[in-house]
Structures are given as structure tokens and as C-alpha cells.
């Protein structure tokens, strides 16, 4: 895929009831002084998260994560009411793992606010203890 191309979505959509873990593996996706989410974490025309009912666990998810790695949860209905658009599709890096999805975001001036309402929303699962960057 060149970089000027949209992603599309291909995989079946994820259901409305459905929890989403979304991994906080950069320092900036987490304020630690307002101990919250930061829209960062989302703010990408795609990203990737796993199905809780499939993997299981919030320890299933994060275990082949570096340590320190955080989580968060947020609910696969509320996201669609925002436009994202969740798909149960194959992990590039992991390509076994079945709970893998990506949240297809919406175009435009829409990807922003709906990356910030899905911060405030979301759950914290997992407190991430990452080093701040030099």
C-alpha cells in the first residue's frame, strides 16, 4: 500500500456490544499528570486493537508487549456511534492472533473529535509505566 492510499476496511464489522483493547505503548498516549488517555492513542486513520471476548484477557493482550506497556478499553458501539468503523481483521505482525481488529476512523475534521471523545470515554484497564522519552 503507498501512503497516499485510504485504507479499506475488509474484515467482518465487530459487534456493537463488543469491548475493544487498545494498547498505550507510547509514552504520549497517556497524560500521567491528568491520569487519562490521550485522543494520541487514536488519533490515526486506522489502528489496531483486540477483541476482550477473544483474547480473553487484559493479560492475554498484553503479553507480547513490552513491559510497562498500558490499556485501555473502549466500547465497540460507542465508537461506531462516533463513525469508526471496528473490522476483525488479520495482524500483520502476529498473523495467528484472531482477536485482532483495527478501527477504521472517520475522514477529515471528524477523525480529531471522535479520537478525543473516544479519550474520554475509554477505560483504563492498565496503567502504562513508560519511560518519558529523552
Same mark, same amino acid.
Given at each position: 500500500?503507498?501512503?497516499?492510499?485510504?485504507?479499506?476496511?475488509?474484515?467482518?464489522?465487530?459487534?456493537?456490544?463488543?469491548?475493544?483493547?487498545?494498547?498505550?505503548? @507510547?509514552?504520549?498516549?497517556?497524560?500521567?499528570?491528568?491520569?487519562?488517555?490521550?485522543?494520541?492513542? @487514536?488519533? @490515526?486513520?486506522?489502528?489496531?486493537?483486540?477483541?476482550?471476548? &477473544?483474547?480473553?484477557?487484559?493479560?492475554?493482550?498484553?503479553?507480547?508487549?513490552?513491559?510497562?506497556?498500558?490499556?485501555?478499553? &473502549?466500547?465497540?458501539? @460507542?465508537?461506531?456511534?462516533?463513525?469508526?468503523?471496528?473490522?476483525?481483521?488479520?495482524?500483520?505482525?502476529?498473523?495467528?492472533?484472531?482477536?485482532?481488529?483495527?478501527?477504521?476512523?472517520?475522514?477529515?475534521?471528524?477523525?480529531?473529535?471522535?479520537?478525543?471523545?473516544?479519550?474520554?470515554?475509554?477505560?483504563?484497564?492498565?496503567?502504562?509505566?513508560?519511560?518519558?522519552?529523552?
Amino acid at each position: 500500500m503507498k501512503d497516499d492510499e485510504p485504507f479499506v476496511p475488509n474484515g467482518p464489522v465487530v459487534a456493537d456490544d463488543e469491548t475493544l483493547f487498545r494498547c498505550l505503548t @507510547f509514552y504520549k498516549w497517556y497524560n500521567h499528570a491528568e491520569k487519562r488517555v490521550s485522543s494520541a492513542a @487514536f488519533s @490515526f486513520p486506522r489502528f489496531s486493537v483486540e477483541i476482550a471476548s &477473544i483474547s480473553g484477557s487484559a493479560a492475554a493482550t498484553l503479553a507480547p508487549f513490552l513491559a510497562g506497556t498500558g490499556l485501555a478499553s &473502549i466500547h465497540c458501539g @460507542f465508537a461506531k456511534s462516533l463513525g469508526c468503523d471496528p473490522r476483525q481483521e488479520k495482524d500483520e505482525i502476529r498473523p495467528d492472533n484472531e482477536a485482532h481488529a483495527h478501527v477504521y476512523m472517520p475522514a477529515g475534521d471528524k477523525r480529531k473529535s471522535a479520537a478525543k471523545k473516544l479519550a474520554e470515554s475509554c477505560e483504563i484497564v492498565v496503567i502504562p509505566n513508560l519511560a518519558e522519552p529523552d
